[in-house]
């Protein structure tokens, strides 16, 4: 999958289904401040990061994004894990 349509696609639900104002969302913008999660949205957001991708984001995973780029990047990463 390309990273524009791994970025439309996480957009699209962050903004739809998490309310996240899509002004904000930016490559750069720091991504647990931007959403305002708590811990039960993030088991919210990892299923639907794996129905809409296929793949399963653990919370290790999430130490590592601070970006909306790295959370983006870590989706990538991970679809191409699960091709290999």
Same mark, same amino acid.
């Given at each position: 999958m390309e990273r524009e349509k791994i *970025? $439309?696609? $996480?957009?699209?639900?962050?903004?739809? !289904? +998490? !309310? &996240?104002?899509?002004? #904000?969302?930016?490559?750069? $913008?720091? +991504?647990?401040?931007?959403?305002?999660?708590?811990?039960?949205? %993030?088991?919210?957001? *990892?299923? *639907?990061?794996?129905?809409?991708?296929? &793949?399963?984001?653990? #919370?290790?995973? +999430?130490?590592?994004? *601070?970006? +909306?780029?790295?959370? %983006?990047?870590?989706i990538e990463n991970k679809i191409t894990?699960?091709? $290999?």
């Open positions: *970025v $439309a696609i $996480a957009n699209d639900f962050l903004i739809n !289904e +998490f !309310e &996240v104002d899509g002004d #904000e969302i930016s490559n750069d $913008a720091h +991504f647990k401040k931007t959403l305002g999660l708590d811990s039960l949205d %993030y088991i919210d957001l *990892v299923v *639907v990061i794996e129905s809409n991708f296929g &793949v399963k984001l653990g #919370e290790a995973d +999430f130490k590592n994004i *601070v970006t +909306f780029d790295d959370f %983006y990047s870590t894990e699960k091709k $290999a």
